[in-house]
Nanobody, 121 residues
Framework: QVQLVESGGGLVEAGGSLRLSCAAS????????MGWFRQAPGKPRELVAL???????KYGDSVKGRFAISGDNAKNTVYLQMSSLKPDDTAVYYC???????????????WGQGTRVTVSS
């Protein structure tokens, strides 16, 4: 069983920055891919970014060029640096981990509890 602990959400003004962290309790085959999804009210859960153990990265189209994902394999931790934030980025952000590239929710084996990000205009 893998537990994912998130931190770093909060309230920020448009144009500002935030950094999210997600630490996995153990390293296993199910933490090959780690990353973030987000879900706004009334909208489906969507990929924000993922990074694999061997360094492959993928971003959702709406965050390309503004967000950057990185990982520390020794700490089983991934980080999401969010810059140039917009009100449309407001959502609950969920850390996700899986044994394959976690590009869609059905590929995710474990979810974090979620952290809220609110961007004010």
């Amino acid at each position: 069983q893998v537990q994912l602990v998130e931190s770093g959400g909060g309230l920020v003004e448009a144009g500002g920055s935030l950094r999210l962290s997600c630490a996995a309790s153990i390293s296993s085959a199910h933490t090959y891919s780690m990353g973030w999804f987000r879900q706004a009210p009334g909208k489906p859960r969507e990929l924000v970014a993922l990074i694999t153990f061997d360094g492959i990265r993928k971003y959702g189209d709406s965050v390309k060029g503004r967000f950057a994902i990185s990982g520390d394999n020794a700490k089983n931790t991934v980080y999401l640096q969010m810059s140039s934030l917009k009100p449309d980025d407001t959502a609950v952000y969920y850390c996700a981990a899986g044994a394959v590239r976690t590009e869609t929710p059905d590929k995710v084996s474990y979810w974090g509890q979620g952290t809220r990000v609110t961007v004010s205009s």
